[in-house]
């Protein structure tokens, strides 16, 4: 067998089927009402998959403390690369971050997410090669089978239209606020960085990729768009709630004109820390020396007794 | 050095995964290309192709007679190139729209009177000069939608489904609407005519039966999934495959007699010769069953999907196939007679005449095989040019 038949195999039987046939599942259960199981199955695998993005967002932030010295590590040994690696690593060592230790976690999700985009759309063919190709994934259960077509219309928007298909002003709604969402996601989780030139890097990206990723909203199947906003607020609220003691309030992300409206303050000012548990990551709230055992009163300790 | 080293590895295994499972799906997303097949009338073979046009070419040896649209009068859309088109490839659901000037053609070719009618994805309805493939009518017939349903013709009218859930009844001379019928979803089954009703499926599920003059519902049967095939009338039988199963059904009490389950969908339309129903499945199963009883004769595994339906002619049974074939099987026993490997999926009922076997695939190609052998006559476009 060749290699894609082979990866296709392997892709489709363990990855993009079941969570497929989950999706259809989450529609029957919620009443065939697609959008809604769109929401809530992204909602689901959002939070399974979303330790690896903290994670992944420790790790960065920790990196980020880290800037300014090996800023200076590298100003000191821009003649050695050897010593400035050595240096490098025993810092990164000292301080107890692993550099690629963000990396790992930020893929593992990414194969699950794709699969979780592209059964959305599976679910919603276009046309009907696309509704005969969706045979080969459903699994032989006349109750998965009778679903289909799936019920596409979700608050007055057929979820299978583009907003370039529909031309109708509301469908351009949905594609606006992947944008926003996007773009505040974005601003939330971006680590600050020292380097001057990297933090202007980090500027644009927060304007260009909403931007891009709106557009692309605006090509493809509405249901696509719910998809990420609803990924967005989901990633946002959940970082936010674990780790809100390192990122500034809320209303720091908005105008102040909007922020002066909101519930929770407007200072810049990230809280003050609350002691926690132990990490090794720099930057979360410091660790907590082993503690030594107490030795209990002297009333209640037992005694041997001895026979 | 142990953990870095191993992280390492899984962080490279990891890395490859998600490239590969982006790049297996770039690309992957099943284009829209149209399954209309050919018809063969007199001299001339009528068809519409992947491509999005419609041909006339000669039947003996392919060549091109006229082709609607002409090239220098593309209409529609054209497909998307550049990023989205690529990122399109990599989206199912989304990306660059196949199909061609006429946005892709599902419908075969009727052909009467030298006027040939077929419908299209772009939502509009042509008839065509068969002699020389210029439009007949003043404009082509607007649907509210795609037609993927075929036409039937019956006393002058056309009939025909469409994508915005009407059936609809066109006067075949002038090209103006009789009438329209509201349905509950789209309309992909091709309707069947008898005795002033029309039978069609639908994908809400039901079996309509409305009047052919005024298009009044007579009465709907529910069953549990899209009917996509169209029905066929023999023996006083209807026969319509939903979902899963196919169904022999009293037109006139709506009773069932049987029923006959499958592993996966009934797409193809059923062909009943000699008290046997023969249909395909997108199980890649064909299936010849007892009319009378729904018991299986014989079945054969074609290897891919089979949308298309069978066509029986000097007790064969000429099917086309997903997996890029396409067969010829003794209709009684169900022994290969031949097949033929193609370029494309064969998903376009192949026409039969007394020597010649015509099929249309995906990769807009027409054949002409040798209805004994299999073997090529000719193919359109020919090969050097395909290439």
């Given at each position: 067998?060749e290699?894609?038949a082979l990866?296709?195999?392997?892709?489709?039987?363990?990855?993009?089927?079941?969570?497929?046939?989950?999706?259809?599942?989450?529609?029957?259960?919620?009443?065939?009402y697609?959008g809604l199981?769109?929401?809530?199955f992204?909602?689901?695998?959002?939070?399974?998959?979303m330790?690896?993005?903290?994670?992944?967002?420790?790790?960065?932030?920790?990196?980020?403390?880290?800037?300014?010295?090996?800023?200076?590590?590298?100003?000191?040994?821009?003649?050695?690369?050897?010593?400035?690696?050595?240096?490098?690593?025993?810092?990164?060592?000292?301080?107890?971050?692993?550099?690629?230790?963000g990396?790992?976690?930020?893929?593992?999700?990414?194969?699950?997410?794709?699969?979780?985009?592209q059964?959305?759309?599976?679910?919603?063919?276009?046309?009907?090669?696309?509704?005969?190709?969706l045979?080969?994934?459903?699994?032989?259960?006349?109750a998965i089978?009778?679903?289909?077509?799936?019920?596409?219309v979700?608050?007055?928007?057929?979820l299978?239209?583009?907003?370039?298909?529909?031309?109708?002003?509301?469908?351009?709604?949905?594609?606006?606020?992947?944008?926003?969402?996007?773009?505040l996601?974005q601003?939330?989780?971006?680590s600050?960085v020292?380097d001057?030139?990297?933090?202007?890097?980090?500027?644009?990206?927060?304007?260009?990729?909403?931007?891009?990723?709106?557009?692309?909203?605006?090509?493809?199947?509405?249901?696509?768009s719910?998809?990420?906003?609803?990924?967005n607020?989901?990633?946002?609220?959940?970082?936010?709630?674990?780790?809100?003691?390192?990122m500034p309030?809320?209303?720091s992300y908005?105008?102040?004109?909007?922020?002066?409206?909101?519930?929770?303050?407007?200072?810049?000012?990230?809280?003050?820390?609350k002691?926690?548990?132990?990490?090794?990551?720099?930057?979360?709230?410091t660790?907590?020396k082993?503690?030594?055992p107490?030795?209990?009163?002297?009333s209640?300790r037992?005694?041997?007794r001895?026979? | 050095?142990?953990?870095?080293?191993?992280?390492?590895?899984?962080?490279?295994?990891?890395?490859?995964?998600?490239?590969?499972?982006?790049?297996s799906?770039?690309?992957?997303?099943?284009?829209?290309?149209?399954w209309?097949?050919?018809?063969?009338v007199?001299?001339?073979?009528?068809?519409?192709?992947?491509?999005?046009?419609?041909?006339?070419?000669?039947?003996?040896?392919?060549?091109?007679?006229?082709v609607y649209p002409?090239?220098?009068?593309?209409?529609?859309?054209?497909?998307?190139?550049?990023?989205?088109?690529?990122?399109?490839?990599?989206m199912?659901?989304?990306?660059?729209?196949?199909?061609?000037?006429?946005?892709?053609?599902?419908?075969?070719p009727i052909?009467s009177?030298?006027?040939?009618?077929?419908?299209?994805?772009?939502?509009?309805?042509?008839?065509?000069?068969?002699?020389?493939?210029?439009?007949?009518?003043?404009?082509?017939f607007?649907?509210?939608?795609?037609?993927?349903?075929?036409?039937?013709l019956?006393?002058?009218?056309?009939?025909f489904?469409?994508?915005?859930?009407?059936?609809y009844?066109?006067?075949a001379q002038?090209?103006?609407?009789?009438?329209?019928?509201?349905?509950?979803?789209?309309?992909w089954?091709?309707?069947t005519?008898?005795?002033?009703?029309?039978?069609?499926?639908?994908?809400?599920?039901?079996?309509?039966?409305?009047?052919?003059?005024?298009?009044?519902?007579q009465?709907?049967?529910?069953?549990?999934?899209?009917?996509?095939?169209?029905?066929t009338?023999a023996?006083?039988?209807?026969y319509?495959?939903?979902?899963?199963?196919?169904?022999?059904?009293?037109?006139?009490?709506?009773?069932?007699?049987?029923?006959?389950?499958?592993?996966?969908?009934?797409?193809?339309?059923?062909?009943?010769i000699?008290?046997?129903?023969?249909?395909?499945?997108?199980?890649n199963?064909?299936?010849?069953l007892?009319?009378?009883?729904?018991?299986?004769?014989?079945q054969?595994?074609?290897?891919g999907?089979?949308?298309?339906?069978?066509?029986?002619?000097?007790?064969?049974?000429?099917?086309?196939?997903?997996?890029?074939?396409?067969?010829?099987?003794?209709?009684?026993?169900?022994?290969?007679?031949?097949?033929?490997?193609?370029?494309?999926k064969?998903l376009?009922?192949?026409?039969?005449?007394?020597?010649?076997?015509?099929?249309?695939?995906?990769?807009?190609q027409?054949?002409?095989?040798?209805?004994?052998?299999?073997a090529?006559?000719?193919?359109?476009?020919p090969?050097?040019?395909?290439?």
């Open positions: 067998m290699i894609t990866w296709d195999l392997f892709w489709n039987n363990l990855i993009f089927n079941p969570l497929l046939n989950a999706l259809v599942l989450l529609t029957i259960l919620l009443g065939g697609y199981a769109i929401m809530v992204t909602i689901l695998v959002r939070l399974i998959t330790p690896f993005t903290v994670k992944q967002l420790r790790s960065s932030r920790a990196m980020a403390v880290l800037q300014p010295q090996i800023k200076a590590l590298q100003k000191k040994y821009a003649q050695d690369k050897e010593k400035l690696s050595q240096e490098t690593m025993k810092l990164y060592g000292e301080a107890g971050v692993n550099p690629l230790g990396c790992l976690p930020a893929l593992i999700p990414w194969p699950i997410m794709i699969a979780l985009y059964s959305i759309l599976q679910m919603m063919p276009s046309h009907p090669e696309q509704l005969m190709d045979s080969k994934h459903l699994y032989p259960f006349q089978w009778q679903v289909v077509p799936v019920q596409n979700f608050l007055g928007l057929d299978s239209m583009s907003a370039m298909t529909a031309g109708q002003w509301q469908y351009y709604i949905l594609p606006i606020l992947v944008v926003v969402s996007s773009w996601q601003k939330m989780l971006t600050p020292a001057a030139q990297q933090a202007q890097m980090n500027q644009t990206m927060q304007v260009t990729m909403p931007l891009f990723i709106g557009f692309i909203s605006l090509q493809f199947a509405s249901g696509l719910l998809y990420w906003i609803t990924y607020v989901v990633t946002m609220v959940v970082a936010y709630v674990l780790m809100r003691d390192t309030p809320l209303s908005l105008p102040a004109s909007i922020a002066a409206y909101l519930p929770f303050g407007t200072s810049a000012q990230p809280r003050a820390k002691p926690s548990a132990a990490t090794d990551e720099v930057g979360e709230a660790a907590i082993a503690r030594a107490k030795k209990k009163p002297a209640r037992r005694k041997k001895r026979r | 050095m142990k953990r870095p080293t191993r992280r390492r590895m899984v962080l490279g295994i990891i890395v490859v995964l998600a490239v590969l499972s982006m790049a799906q770039c690309g992957g997303a099943p284009a829209r290309f149209g209309g097949g050919p018809n063969q007199a001299a001339a073979v009528y068809c519409g192709l992947p491509d999005g046009r419609v041909y006339a070419l000669d039947a003996d040896n392919g060549t091109q007679l006229w002409p090239p220098e009068k593309d209409e529609g859309e054209q497909p998307a190139g550049g990023l989205l088109g690529g990122l399109g490839g990599c199912p659901g989304g990306g660059a729209p196949a199909g061609g000037p006429l946005g892709g053609i599902y419908t075969t052909v009177d030298g006027v040939v009618y077929v419908g299209a994805y772009n939502q509009k309805l042509y008839a065509l000069d068969a002699e020389t493939g210029k439009l007949v009518w003043p404009k082509p607007e649907a509210g939608g795609p037609i993927v349903s075929g036409l039937r019956h006393e002058g009218v056309l009939y489904g469409c994508n915005d859930h009407h059936l009844a066109v006067d002038a090209g103006t609407k009789r009438w329209d019928f509201t349905a509950g979803h789209e309309i089954s091709t309707p005519i008898h005795e002033g009703v029309v039978y069609f499926g639908c994908n809400d599920h039901k079996l309509y039966a409305v009047d052919a003059a005024t298009g009044s519902k009465w709907t049967y529910d069953t549990q999934g899209v009917i996509v095939s169209s029905p009338l023996g006083g039988r209807l319509f495959g939903a979902l899963h199963q196919i169904y022999a059904m009293n037109p006139t009490t709506q009773a069932i007699d049987w029923e006959f389950s499958a592993a996966n969908w009934f797409w193809a339309d059923p062909t009943v000699s008290d046997t129903v023969y249909v395909g499945n997108l199980d199963q064909v299936y010849a007892d009319a009378s009883t729904g018991d299986l004769k014989w054969y595994d074609t290897g999907q089979v949308r298309a339906a069978t066509v029986i002619q000097h007790g064969v049974a000429y099917v086309g196939s997903e997996s890029q074939k396409v067969l010829a099987l003794d209709a009684q026993t169900g022994e290969l007679k031949w097949e033929r490997e193609v370029k494309g064969v376009a009922t192949p026409f039969v005449s007394a020597d010649q076997v015509y099929v249309t695939t995906s990769e807009a027409l054949y002409n095989l040798d209805v004994a052998s299999g090529v006559r000719w193919q359109f476009p090969a050097t040019e395909a290439q």
